[in-house]
């Protein structure tokens, strides 16, 4: 499978980068942090999952996390 590393700052610019990626044949998308994983990064991340789709694996930072899966969710969450 093939990995893009996505550099743009912006939503936008990821989603369009990623949309280029994977258009080309990438499936695995790792977004470069830019923000420490705050909210800039997790706003690109939601960008580029929504312009690859459910079936890519789109992760920051090198690390992945599988489609519809929330960044920052704890088992907590999962227990309400």
Same mark, same amino acid.
């Given at each position: 499978?093939?990995? @893009?590393?996505? $550099?743009?700052? $912006?939503?936008?610019?990821?989603?369009?980068?990623?949309?280029?990626?994977?258009?080309?044949?990438?499936?695995?998308?790792?977004?470069?942090?830019?923000? =420490?994983? &705050?909210?800039?990064?997790?706003?690109?991340? &939601?960008?580029?999952?929504?312009? @690859?789709?459910?079936?890519?694996?789109? &992760?920051?930072?090198?690390?992945?996390?599988?489609? =519809?899966?929330?960044?920052?969710?704890?088992?907590?969450? &999962? $227990?309400?």
């Amino acid at each position: 499978m093939k990995t @893009a590393h996505i $550099t743009s700052r $912006t939503p936008a610019d990821v989603a369009q980068e990623v949309e280029a990626k994977y258009a080309a044949g990438c499936r695995r998308f790792v977004l470069d942090e830019l923000d =420490g994983g &705050g909210m800039l990064d997790l706003e690109r991340l &939601g960008a580029a999952r929504y312009a @690859a789709g459910i079936q890519a694996d789109v &992760g920051l930072g090198g690390q992945s996390s599988p489609a =519809g899966m929330s960044v920052g969710t704890s088992a907590a969450a &999962g $227990t309400r």
